[in-house]
Structures are given as structure tokens and as C-alpha cells.
Nanobody, 115 residues
Framework: QVKLVESGGGLVQAGGSLRLSCANS????????MGWYRQAPGKGREFVAE???????SYARSVKGRSTISRDNGNNTVELLLNSLTAEDTAVYYC?????????WGQGTQVTVSS
């Protein structure tokens, strides 16, 4: 069974940086896509970034240019580096990983940006 566990969330000052990590602590699978979504208070879940098994990446417009996503296929992990944080980045960040059969989700990690 796949179990995605996020880490790295917390309280950070505006203008700072944060590195989020996600590891699969369950059964190892070959994920074709891994990435991140986020959900701010009172809003729906939105796409942040993803990386495929060929290391192709895609970013939401809101984070493009100030974020970097990377993955380690051997360890079934994915990381997201977010720079120049603003209050609008405050959200619960969810890791996801997809096989061709189905997606898997982590429980989420809270990121709070203070001004």
C-alpha cells in the first residue's frame, strides 16, 4: 500500500523560502507523475507543480519562476522549493503521485506565511 508523507511545512516570514518533501513510506511503485497541490482557507484545491518520470515539469502560474520541483525515483520522493513566499502561499500543501491506474494523496502539510 502506498503511503505518501509530507514534511517541511511550517511558519515562514514573507520573502523567505521553504522546501517541502514527500516520501512514499509504503509499497514502492513507479509513479509516472508526482507533484503538489495546495488548498488555502476557504478555497478549493489548486495545482502547484508536477514532474513526470522523464523529469518534465509543469508549474502553476502563481509559482512559476520562484519554485523548483524535483524527484528521486529510487527513493520514491518528490520535493518542492518555494522562494519569495507571500501571504498568498499560505495553504495546506498536498503531495500526489500517479500511476497509470490511479492517483495517491498525502495527508497534507500546513504552510503559513507571516507578513
Amino acid at each position: 500500500q502506498v503511503k505518501l508523507v509530507e514534511s517541511g511545512g511550517g511558519l515562514v516570514q514573507a520573502g523567505g523560502s521553504l522546501r517541502l518533501s514527500c516520501a512514499n513510506s509504503g509499497s514502492r511503485l513507479s509513479f509516472n507523475v508526482m507533484g503538489w497541490y495546495r488548498q488555502a482557507p476557504g478555497k478549493g484545491r489548486e495545482f502547484v507543480a508536477e514532474i513526470n518520470d522523464g523529469d518534465g515539469t509543469s508549474y502553476a502560474r502563481s509559482v512559476k519562476g520562484r519554485s523548483t520541483i524535483s524527484r528521486d525515483n529510487g527513493n520514491n520522493t518528490v520535493e518542492l522549493l518555494l522562494n519569495s513566499l507571500t501571504a498568498e502561499d499560505t495553504a495546506v500543501y498536498y503531495c500526489f503521485a500517479e500511476t497509470y491506474a490511479r492517483p495517491y494523496w498525502g495527508q497534507g502539510t500546513q504552510v503559513t506565511v507571516s507578513s
